[in-house]
Structure formats: structure tokens, C-alpha cells
């Protein structure tokens, strides 16, 4: 199995409202990531997480708290955003290696809208 | 990680080869180069990575000039399903345990066409 699931797929909320993304992975993977992308840019990083322990914050507002409650989930909790936090959310999980193999595996994302 | 120059659009006849350049001109010698695509509406994909040899798997062959300052990303027969934005990634492989980190450019948006 080499899927990271994410959930919601389409998410809207208002500037008020709490809600969480979900991503999961089954593939025994100790790395998992967070990315943001808006419409027509490539990928940012967001958060990395490894062994379950926040390893990479890229300076990302606190509207953002991610969560890594064990070695298959990762959640992104979301309160009182902007408008301009509407994007596609990316999610992927890797390999914690010091060799050469090392590649991301990307869920399909979630698509907020904030409005 | 070294900045990396990729076209930003190309096109390609379906079942013709599709060859993608990228340019890496201050790569450094432990730095590695990573290609991935993102079909529309779908996370990116990884496609191919190496160092200084020539690679090849079952999607792609990734050629690396000998001065490691380009290389080439080759979809020998292009389909239509291949439609994507290609990302070309120059990264250091972690010398200890840790999560990675990639740093997506602008990429190249790939059309073929029938």
C-alpha cells in the first residue's frame, strides 16, 4: 500500500470557524509533511514532522496547528483564518533514511475555501 | 539546496519522446537531483533521482550532463495521461536520520498532444 489518504477533499469555512484536516499513511513511514499550495504555484512546505516530533515549522502563522498523534496520522487544525489561507493542502509521508532512497509520497490534498 | 531553471511550458506529440531540461548550475557535489510531476488536481508524484550516473526506471530516464550543471528528465513515450507540471528538485540526501526537505520551483507545465 502506497496511499496517503487525506479527508476532507473539499473543505469551506468561514473566518470563525475551527475545523481539522486529516492525513493518514500506512506504509510504516516515521516522516510526514505538511504543504500549502495556491492556485497555479508549486508546493510550499508548511510543517515536518519526524518520529512523531515537530522537526520543520516554516514560520507559519499559529492559525495553523498541526498535530501528530501517532505514527500513521497527521492533522492540521485550523481556526479563525483569512481568505487568503484558501488553498490546496498538501500532505505526504517518507522513509526516515540516511541513504539515497528517500522519496515523498503526496496525498490527493484538501481543498479549503475561506470565506 | 541549489536553485534549479526549468522552461516554464512545453509540448510533445503523444508517443514521441518528451524531454525535460533543467539547469542546476551551483549544484555541489553531494547534491542530488529529484524530478516529480503533478497531474492536475492530484499531489505530486515522484518520478526519478540521481547523482552523477544516468538513471532509468519504469516512468522515466534522467540523463546528468558530466559536469552535473543540467540534466534531462525523458519520458521515452509520451502519453497523454503524461500531461503534467514537472518539477526539477536539487537537494542534499540527509547523512543522518531526518525528515526531508523539498523545495518545489516553478516547474515546467508539460502538454502532449494528440
Known amino acids: 500500500d502506497t496511499e496517503v489518504t487525506q479527508t476532507p477533499k473539499h473543505l469551506v469555512m468561514g473566518m470563525t470557524n475551527k475545523k481539522s484536516l486529516k492525513c493518514e499513511q500506512h506504509m510504516g513511514h516515521r516522516a510526514m509533511y505538511w504543504y500549502k499550495q495556491k492556485a497555479k504555484k508549486p508546493p510550499e512546505l508548511m510543517f515536518v514532522y519526524s518520529y512523531e516530533k515537530l522537526s520543520i515549522n516554516e514560520s507559519v502563522p499559529s492559525r495553523f496547528s498541526p498535530e501528530c498523534p501517532n505514527s500513521s496520522l497527521l492533522n492540521l487544525h485550523l481556526h479563525a483564518l483569512q481568505p487568503e489561507d484558501s488553498a490546496l493542502y498538501l500532505c505526504?509521508?517518507?522513509?526516515?533514511?540516511?541513504?539515497?532512497?528517500?522519496?515523498?509520497?503526496f496525498g490527493p490534498g484538501t481543498r479549503l475555501t475561506v470565506l | 539546496d541549489a536553485k534549479t531553471t526549468q522552461p516554464p511550458s512545453m509540448d510533445c506529440a503523444e508517443g514521441r519522446a518528451a524531454n525535460l531540461p533543467c539547469n542546476h548550475s551551483?549544484?555541489?557535489?553531494?547534491?542530488?537531483v529529484y524530478w516529480y510531476r503533478q497531474i492536475h488536481s492530484q499531489g505530486p508524484q515522484y518520478i526519478i533521482h540521481?547523482?552523477?550516473n544516468n538513471e532509468t526506471n519504469e516512468m522515466a530516464s534522467l540523463i546528468i550532463t558530466e559536469d552535473r550543471k543540467s540534466s534531462t528528465l525523458i519520458l521515452p513515450h509520451a502519453t497523454l495521461r503524461d500531461t503534467a507540471v514537472y518539477y526539477c528538485i536539487v537537494r542534499v540526501a540527509p547523512i543522518i536520520q531526518g525528515a526531508q526537505k523539498l523545495v518545489f520551483g516553478q516547474g515546467t507545465r508539460l502538454t502532449i498532444n494528440p
Open positions: 505526504a509521508s517518507s522513509q526516515v533514511l540516511g541513504l539515497l532512497k528517500d522519496t515523498q509520497y
Open positions: 540521481g547523482l552523477k
Open positions: 551551483t549544484i555541489s557535489g553531494n547534491e542530488y
